[in-house]
Each structure stands twice: as C-alpha cells, then as structure tokens.
C-alpha cells in the first residue's frame, strides 16, 4: 500500500508490503526496511528491525499519529495516495460517481454507512483492518450511496470495490 507521510512541511512516499505474517517491507524516502510488527496491547507494538526491539506506542487520531519511541515524541499525517490527492485538491471532489475500493487486502470491519444514505465529500464510509491497523475509507465526492458491494466480517483483496456513491 502507497501513503504520503507528511511530517511538518515534508511529504515522504511510505509503501508497505507485508511479506510474512507479521512481517513487511516498509520503503521511505526510496529506501527498504525489513520490520516484523506485533500488536502488544490497543495502542502498544512490539518493532524488530534487525537486531533491535522497540516498543512503540502509537496514538491515532483520524490521519493524526504520534508515535512514542524510548521517550522520543514522533508527529505526522499518513494518508493514502487518493485522499493526499484529494486533500491537495481543498477536498473538492467534482461531482459524480466514486467507487470507493479496498487500498490492500484486508477485512471489513464496519459499513458506516447504507445503501440509500446520503453522504458528504470527504465522509468516512467503510472501516477496513489492513495490518492490524483500522483504515476508514472516505467517498471523494457527496452524493447517494447507490450500491455496497461487501458485507462486515468479509475478507476482501487489494482493488475490491467496497461501495459506489453517486
């Protein structure tokens, strides 16, 4: 999965493959990282990286991270491409239809929305847990919710479409 990490004023391309279970690629800056990644407790991760053990508390807040590291405090946005797209853009979406689809394989965990539902630009419409991580995805333009293609609980692939508004 491709997100822009934005720390200040600086955006840094961050792609994670899993690799293992528990085991991904993380690529920053154009550089490679073997992690193997262990959800301790809600907010608390066991990281190896090489011959090193962190623990890191990780405190999410929307696309809002602090990230506490051996007393070191860590502050950035990590957003997909599409929403860092979007954000650039003022979150002006053009009107129209978007086909909200899952950014990596992954299980749905919570449909926020039905069909039907009337939704703004930018509204969180599915909750999908990729990595151990909740990821909720949000409709790039308002509309109506014409069709969802998944239900809670099921396991979807990278690119599955999730919901169509309009």
């Known amino acids: 999965m491709n997100y822009i990490a934005t720390i200040g004023e600086r955006e840094i391309k961050v792609t994670v493959e899993e690799v293992g279970v528990a085991r991904y690629v993380v690529t920053g800056d154009g550089k490679g990282h073997l992690v193997d990644a262990h959800q301790v407790q809600d907010s608390v991760w066991s990281i190896l990286y090489g011959t090193n053990s962190f623990e890191v508390d990780v405190q999410r807040r929307g696309d809002e991270y602090e990230v506490l590291i051996d007393g070191d405090c860590y502050k950035f946005t990590l957003m997909n491409e599409q929403l860092k797209a979007l954000s650039r853009a003022g979150g002006k979406a053009a009107a129209g239809k978007a086909l909200v689809t899952s950014p990596m394989p992954g299980k749905v965990v919570k449909l926020l929305v039905a ?36 239900k809670e609980g099921e396991v979807v692939e990278s690119g599955a479409k999730l919901l169509l508004v309009e």
Do not use: P, R, T, Y
């Not at 039907?116 to 991580?133: F, L, N, P, T």
């Not at 909740?134 to 308002?142: F, G, I, T």
């Open 115 to 150: 069909e039907g539902e009337e939704v703004k630009s930018d509204q969180g419409v599915i909750v999908v847990e990729a990595m151990k991580m909740e990821n909720e995805l949000k409709s790039a333009v308002a509309g109506k919710v014409k069709e969802i293609f998944v």
